[in-house]
């Protein structure tokens, strides 16, 4: 598996988690990278991106002002920290190699899921 997401886990409604996703393969080093996330029976949507140098960021609405998404070149690790955790942020959470140097929506491969479960 070439991307690695773990973080995952049970939090309270207001706690915070941080999601790893780690390309063992050193391949998106010139790639955006996104998280995405999915509840069963629904449509996988994307949740937050950065662009290859770590100098731009977009969320979605959902989570703007809650969640940060950053990377770390030399570990090439992408985070997401999750911040005043809702219930409804709960589902499994996927990173996904973009396309493009800047996120164009467009994945290219993806990790395996971690499942971030909130409780009220």
């Known amino acids: 598996v070439q991307l690695q997401a773990s973080g995952g886990g049970l939090a309270q409604a207001g706690g915070s988690l941080r999601l790893s996703c780690v390309d063992s393969r050193r391949t998106f080093s010139n790639n955006a990278v996104a998280w995405y996330r999915q509840i069963p029976g629904k449509d996988r949507e994307f949740v937050a991106a950065v662009n290859w140098s770590g100098g731009t960021t977009s969320y979605a609405d959902a989570v703007k002002g809650r969640f940060t998404i950053a990377r770390d070149r030399a570990k090439n690790t992408v985070y997401l920290q999750m911040n005043s955790l809702k219930p409804e942020d709960t589902a499994v959470y996927y990173c996904?190699?973009?396309?493009?140097?800047?996120?164009?929506?467009?994945?290219?491969?993806w990790g395996q899921g971690t499942l971030v479960t909130v409780s009220s």
């Open positions: 996904a190699k973009d396309l493009r140097a800047m996120y164009s929506g467009s994945p290219q491969s």
